[in-house]
T-cell receptor, first 116, second 110 residues
Framework: GAVVSQHPSWVICKSGTSVKIECRSLDFQATTMFWYRQFPKQSLMLMAT?????????EQGVEKDKFLINHASLTLSTLTVTSAHPEDSSFYIC????????????FGPGTRLTVL | DAKTTQPTSMDCAEGRAANLPCNHS???????VYWYRQIHSQGPQYIIHGLKNNETNEMASLIITEDRKSSTLILPHATLRDTAVYYCIVRVGNTDKLIFGTGTRLQVFP
């Protein structure tokens, strides 16, 4: 299957700082990438969908000014959590999909964010 | 959006087949059924997907009923490493979004 990586795998930051998480498709070109968030003992919640070269589409209730998404190339998307607060502590997971309507989404290993 | 219903948890003895059911009675004709699993603190792993016909790959088999209102994921010989949360997902229309439900927690025991 296709490989998706995320960096960093975990990060601890102080309240008020910004954190950037990278998502890369290693062996395929990802026309679309997705960002999810997962709180402990809960399911994944879709935050936004990003297509290469265009603005991300955010799900209802997700603040686009707080969670900045950039998808500048076919292999890289970034999620920046701006002015992070303890309630933003979560497991952030990206997925990537190649071209074609039926192409499968492949997920990254996730990034554990802890805001102190 | 088509929703799915899965049992909260299931147990399976190691070496036996694990049959995980999923109901998706409101599925539309062009919507695919996807199965992923998530091992603790990892990203979801793709297992298999299908539209109408039964599908098989090296990991599992997917049986979809003729009316497409339900499906079953079959792990033919479960191992301890198959212990995970299994998600049955109907891809949303033409948006390509995957909306995760609560999934089934499969516990494989020795």
């Amino acid at each position: 299957g296709a490989v998706v990586s995320q960096h960093p795998s975990w990060v601890i930051c102080k309240s008020g700082t910004s954190v950037k998480i990278e998502c890369r498709s290693l062996d395929f070109q990802a026309t679309t990438m997705f960002w999810y968030r997962q709180f402990p003992k809960q399911s994944l919640m879709l935050m936004a969908t990003s297509n290469e070269g265009s603005k991300a589409t955010y799900e209802q209730g997700v603040e686009k000014d707080k969670f900045l998404i950039n998808h500048a190339s076919l292999t890289l998307s970034t999620l920046t959590v701006t002015s992070a607060h303890p309630e933003d502590s979560s497991f952030y997971i990206c997925s990537a999909r190649g071209e074609g309507r039926t192409d499968t989404q492949y997920f990254g290993p996730g990034t554990r964010l802890t805001v102190l | 959006d088509a929703k799915t219903t899965q049992p909260t948890s299931m147990d399976c003895a190691e070496g036996r087949a694990a049959n995980l059911p999923c109901n998706h009675s409101t599925i539309s004709g062009n919507e695919y059924v996807y199965w992923y699993r998530q091992i603790h603190s990892q990203g979801p792993q793709y297992i298999i997907h299908g539209l109408k016909n039964n599908e098989t790959n090296e990991m599992a088999s997917l049986i979809i009923t003729e009316d497409r209102k339900s499906s079953t994921l079959i792990l033919p010989h479960a191992t301890l490493r198959d212990t995970a949360v299994y998600y049955c997902i109907v891809r949303v229309g033409n948006t390509d979004k995957l909306i995760f439900g609560t999934g089934t927690r499969l516990q494989v025991f020795p």
